[in-house]
C-alpha cells in the first residue's frame, strides 16, 4: 500500500513537472513577440521607453518565470525519479522473496545484482535527465514553429519539414540503440557476474593457482563491456551529426526562405527579421534534446528487464493469516523433481510436534530439498506438505513462515553490527532478546569479548569471525524469532571438533526445551547421540523411518553409505554412550 501511495505520489509529481514544461516552453518562446515589438517600431521609427519596457518586461518576465519553473520541474523529475527507483528496488526485493528457490538456482546472481543495481542508478540518474531535456526542447521547438505557423504559413511548413527529417533520422537512431543496448546490458550483467564470482570464489581461485586464468576471465568480461559501449556510441554519433545537420540546414532554408519571400515583395520586413531570429533560436534545444534521446532505448531495455524479474510468476502466496494449533509436520506421497531430475519420489511420513529428528543419507538424497520442501521454499509437484494438519499450500507465506527458524550450512551474516545480524529474523527485537537468544546459543560470552560487544560491526559475510562463532551466530539469530520448528542443514560442516560440539550441545538443548529440530547430516554419530528419531533417504525414497535405537542399524550403514560398522556402548563420565565403530577396512 506504501509503495502504491508513493508511486502514486511520483506519477503526479511527473504529470506536474511535464505541464511545467509546456509553460516553461511558452515563456522562452516570448522572445519572439518580444523582440516583434521592438523591430516593428523600429521599422515604424517610433521607438519609445514605453516600448522598450514593454519589450524588456515580457523577456524578465518570461525569464524568470522560465527560471523558477524550471527549477521546481527538475526538483520534482529527480524526485520522482530517484524514489520512482528506490520503490523500484524495494518492489523487486518484495517479489524475489516469494520467487520458488528454483528460480536463483537457473539464473545469475550478476544479473539480479546488475539489474538493481546498475540498471536502477541508470535509471535514477540518465532517465530523469533524458525525460527533462528531451521534453523541454521538444515542447520549446513545437511552439516556436507553432508561432512561425501563425506569423507566416510557408515558414511553418519549412520548419515542419525540417522537423519531420530531424524526428526520421532520430527514430532510425532509436532502432539502431536498440540492439546495440542490448548487448551493451548483456555485457555489464556478464561482468558484473564475473567480478562477483571471482570475489566469492577467490580463496578456491588462490588453492589451485587459477589466479591468472581467472583474472582473465574478468578482464575479458570488461573488454567485451569497452567493446559494448563502444560500439554503441560510434552509431549515436553518426546519428546526432545527421540530426545536427538536418537542423543547421532547416535554420538556412528558413533564413534563405524569408530572404527571398521579402525581396519578392511576399514578406513584411518585420516578418521577415522575426524569421531570421527565429531559425536562430528554433533548434537550440533540440539539438541537445536530440543527442539525449538517444539513451531512451536503454531506458527501456533497462525497464523491461526490471520488469522481467517482476513478470516471473511467484508462489500462490495468497493463503489465510493462519496460526497451527500444533507444530507436527505431515508428507502425503511427496513427489519433486528440479527440472527433469527426479528429487523426492512417494514419501510420506509424519514428524511429531517437540520432537528432534535426523534426516540422514548420503549425497544427493534429498535431504535438502526435504526440508525445504517443508517451509515451502518449493511448492511439490505431487502429494501434499501439511502443518497442523492443513495444507501449507492453505497459509499465506508469512504466516507459514512464521513458524520456522533456519540454520544453514552455508552461514552468512551481513556487514552490520553483530546485534542486528541476530534481530535480522525479527528486527523489532530488543537488546535484552538479542542477549538471551546470544546465551542460549552460547555465544553470549565471544560476543563480549569482541571491541564493542553486541554493537561490533562484522565484515561482510562474517568475515572477521570464526567459522564456529558465525554458526553460534546464526542458531542465535534464529532463537530470536522464536519459532517452533527449527531446521538445520549441516550445521555442523566445515567446524572444528570443539565448535562441533558447542553447535551439538545446542541442539540437545533445543530439544529439552520442547522444539522441534529437523536436524538434516551427513553424520549418522550425531543422529544416534542428538535426535529422537531417524529418518533415512537413499535415492529418493524413505530407506528408514522410526526411533533411532531401532531405526539406525549396521545393515542401514552398509545401504546408505556402503560401509560396515557396529553399535557398542562406550563408558563415559556421565555414562554409557551409543556410538558407531567401523570395522571395515577403508583403504
Known sequence: TLLASSAASDVYKRQISIWLGVVSAICSAMRIPAAAIVIQALLERNVTMAT???SLGIIVISLI???AINMKATMLQTRAGYRACANKRIEIAEHLRYLPMGWFNDNSLGEVTSVTTNTMENMANVATRVVMVTTRGFL???????????FDWRMGLITLTGLVLFFAVNAAMQRAEQTLSQRKFNADERLVSKVLEYVQGIAEVKNFDLTHDSATQVHG????????????????VLYMLAQFVVNKLTGVAVCAAAIVFYFSGTMELTNCLLMLICSFILFEQLDSAGSFSALFRSIDIGVDKANAILRVEPMDIDGEDLSPEREDITLSHVDFSYDSKPILHDVSLTIPEKTTVAIVGPSGSGKTTLCNLMARFWDVQGGSVRLGGRDVREYSYDSLIRNFSFVFQRVYLFSDTIANNIRFGKPDASMEEVQAAAKKARCYDFIMALPDGFDTVIGEGGATLSGGERQLALI????VQNAEILIMDEPTANLDYGNQQRVLAQIRALAARGYTVLLSTHNPEHALRYAHRILALQGGHIAADGPTETALTPQLLQTLYGIQAILAEVPTDRGTVRSLIVTEDME
Open 65 to 67: 518565470i522560465t527560471i
Open 140 to 150: 520549446t521547438s513545437g511552439i516556436i514553429a507553432a508561432m512561425m505557423f501563425l
Open 52 to 54: 522598450l519596457w514593454t
Open 476 to 479: 542465535a539469530r534464529a532463537l
Open 221 to 236: 568480461a570488461v573488454e567485451e563491456a569497452r567493446r559494448a559501449s563502444f560500439a554503441m556510441e560510434i552509431p549515436s
